[in-house]
């Protein structure tokens, strides 16, 4: 599969490395430098973060959903600028886009601009998630990869594939190196969440998801030497 425009999804705890909140330095250099490499090869990159590493709308059973996921979206957006300061670090143009104004901060989200900063070499951000309450960063990521036009959304997690149980709990788990977007629907499998799954079927857009830590894992998707797990467009 040849990727010219990708969407690099990163979780909120996969940047927080093993202190599980916040961030971690080491994982957030790492990312940056890999980026680097991947503008190298002139591939396009956009990236969402999700915000799980400071808040997690959902499991915040006893607040008002939409409040909830309102802090969602500020975290995301935390994220997003911080580990855009690392890349400019690198020498990369970045620019933070969210949905709805924050000031200076960020810039508003449009889409014909942000191809334009693609095209040019540059990395945007998409922050905020959609911007509407009861959509997770899945459903941004999605989204933004198929207004964009992304080749696939490159999901960099705490775990480094798709397996046939919670590694966790069952010894015997076997990780999955391919399946479909049809069959994370059919199963239910929680990859992603379902809406998320079915605008990436219906408007075939493919995942490759991956763990972060492994060493050179965001190079490794793109070069051949992919470990974790394909999930086609069907």
């Not at 994220?79 to 104004?101: K, S, W």
């Not at 000031?103 to 945007?124: C, I, P, S, W």
């Not at 590694?167 to 049809?182: F, G, L, T, Y």
């Not at 990859?191 to 408007?203: F, G, K, Q, W, Y």
């Amino acid at each position: 599969m040849k990727l010219n425009r990708v969407v690099l999804k990163l979780s909120g705890e996969a940047l927080a490395g093993d202190k599980k909140t916040g961030f971690s330095e080491e994982v957030v250099r790492d990312v940056a430098s890999q980026v680097r490499k991947v503008l190298d090869q002139k591939i396009q990159v956009g990236i969402v973060i999700g915000g799980g590493n400071f808040w997690r709308g959902r499991s915040s059973n006893d607040m008002d959903r939409v409040k909830a996921d309102q802090i969602g979206m500020l975290a995301t957006i935390m994220n997003c600028i911080y580990t855009a300061d690392f890349l400019r670090q690198e020498g990369i143009r970045c620019h933070v886009m969210t949905p709805h104004a924050m000031g200076d901060m960020t810039e508003m989200f449009v889409r014909d601009r942000a191809v334009e900063y693609l095209e040019q070499g540059h990395v945007v951000f998409f922050a905020g998630g959609t911007g509407h309450p009861f959509f997770s960063t899945d459903m941004a990521v999605v989204l933004r990869a198929v207004e964009i036009g992304a080749d696939a959304i490159l999901a960099a997690k705490a775990i480094d594939g798709v397996y046939t149980a919670d590694p966790k709990v069952d010894p015997n788990a076997k990780k999955i190196d391919r399946m479909s977007m049809q069959e994370i629907v059919d199963q239910k499998l929680g990859v992603i969440d379902l809406a998320s799954a079915v605008l990436a079927m219906e408007n075939h857009m493919p995942m490759l998801l991956f763990g972060l830590a492994e060493k050179d894992s965001i190079v490794n998707a793109l070069t051949g030497q992919f470990k974790g797990t394909e999930i086609t467009a069907e």
